[in-house]
């Protein structure tokens, strides 16, 4: 519940302007005038911290005495007025400013899991401050688009992830690399996204270079894949000029796992598949001639395929028993110099990019064990 203290004086406007302004309760600042008025009766006086002392602050004028508790004897030192004002000072400010971030916080709490338009405000060393409006977003590396280089003013789309811990409080992260993000754009850009005619089933991303989007319809005469296009292509292209020329895959969603497989693996065509539900694993046999198409620049098609089935290894060979396989100096993780048996292992585990494979809980990957994963951390710290 709101109090307004009624602004007789110029102390009572100036507070009631200063939490118009910044959405604070005045309650909030009162006791934090309080609280620096004690603070610097005891830092001025030498008081000891067990002596009960309270601060009584009279709300229109500013005009503060100091009782103490046990005793209800007013021990107010006289000139002590001018050291309060001075000491309080500083300290209502920052609690002002405190308040303040905690007010941004609690309201871009409520808007978690959706985007807004920003500005690019400034570096701080590998994070871009992104202004977004009332607050300010954090969008650390592993947040980045992969290749897309950021300048001052440059606006941005960007996609409201978390409250996340720093080192200087709480922080509203914003991400550029996120699925969802692209999810959203689409909900924003196609009106039967938005109104759940098309559902987005699954989203596979590698942010800045290749997204794969299976999509289904909710609404009897509604084509999911031709909605999200958009006539001519206007509303994918929206879309990808808003992730910097981002390749979107757009794919018809179905329940069966061979069926859907085949449409993910996309632009390859005449596949085999043979799939392991339990396992969550399938081979998939290809025309020679449609091999590298089915595995992708890097491994990049089959990993994202996998990813949008539902974490599925996917294994390609050619129909004349020839073996895929993904050629290095492809992908991000081969900047790290990696020996090809801890490059191999990750690049089987999904993990292509130095965002992910910092994010991963190494311990757990097949393949990479204590010598290896000792060699990442080390690649890592060198980069």
Excluded: W
């Amino acid at each position: 519940m709101s109090h307004t203290i009624t602004a007789r004086t110029e102390f009572a406007a100036a507070i009631n302007q200063i939490c118009a302004e910044r959405g604070i309760e005045p309650v909030v600042v009162l006791d934090t005038i309080k609280a620096a008025i004690l603070a610097a009766y005891r830092k001025d006086f030498g008081l000891e911290e067990e002596t009960p002392y309270v601060v009584e602050l009279d709300p229109d004028t500013g005009a503060a005495r100091i009782i103490r508790g046990d005793t209800k004897e007013d021990v107010t030192p006289p000139g002590f007025g001018r050291i309060a004002a001075q000491t309080a000072k500083q300290v209502i400010l920052q609690r002002i400013r405190e308040a303040e971030k905690e007010a941004i916080i609690a309201d871009y709490t409520g808007r978690l899991g959706t985007i807004t338009n920003g500005m690019v405000l400034r570096f701080e060393g590998p994070n871009v401050i992104v202004d977004i409006g009332r607050g300010q977003g954090v969008m650390p590396p592993e947040e980045q688009m992969r290749g897309e280089y950021y300048k001052l003013n440059q606006r941005i789309t960007v996609y409201i992830k978390e409250i996340g811990e720093t080192p200087r409080g709480k922080a509203i992260i914003v991400s550029r690399g996120a699925p969802e993000l692209v999810a959203e754009l689409f909900r924003r850009e196609v009106p039967e996204v938005a109104s759940g005619a098309v559902e987005i089933k699954a989203i596979a991303r590698e942010g800045g270079t290749r997204t794969k989007i299976a999509v289904d319809s909710k609404q009897e005469g509604v084509d999911p894949v031709g909605s999200c296009v958009g006539q001519k292509g206007v509303r994918v292209q929206a879309v990808i000029g808003e992730l910097n020329n981002e390749k979107i895959d757009i794919i018809q969603y179905n329940p069966k796992v061979d069926k859907f497989m085949a449409a993910a693996l996309a632009p390859a065509e005449g596949l085999q598949i043979t799939v392991d539900e339990k396992k969550k694993k399938a081979v998939v046999v290809v025309p020679d001639d449609q091999l590298s198409l089915a595995i992708g620049r890097g491994g990049q098609n089959v990993r994202l395929a996998g990813k949008l089935i539902g974490d599925y290894t996917i294994e390609i060979n050619g129909q004349s028993g020839k073996k895929g396989e993904v050629e290095e100096g492809e992908i991000e993780i081969d900047t790290l110099g990696l020996s090809k048996r801890t490059r191999n292992a990750l690049v089987a585990a999904g993990l292509v990019t130095i965002a992910e494979v910092k994010q991963a809980d190494l311990t757990q990957v097949k393949g990479v064990g204590p010598a290896a994963q000792k060699e990442i951390a080390g690649k890592l710290k060198a980069k």
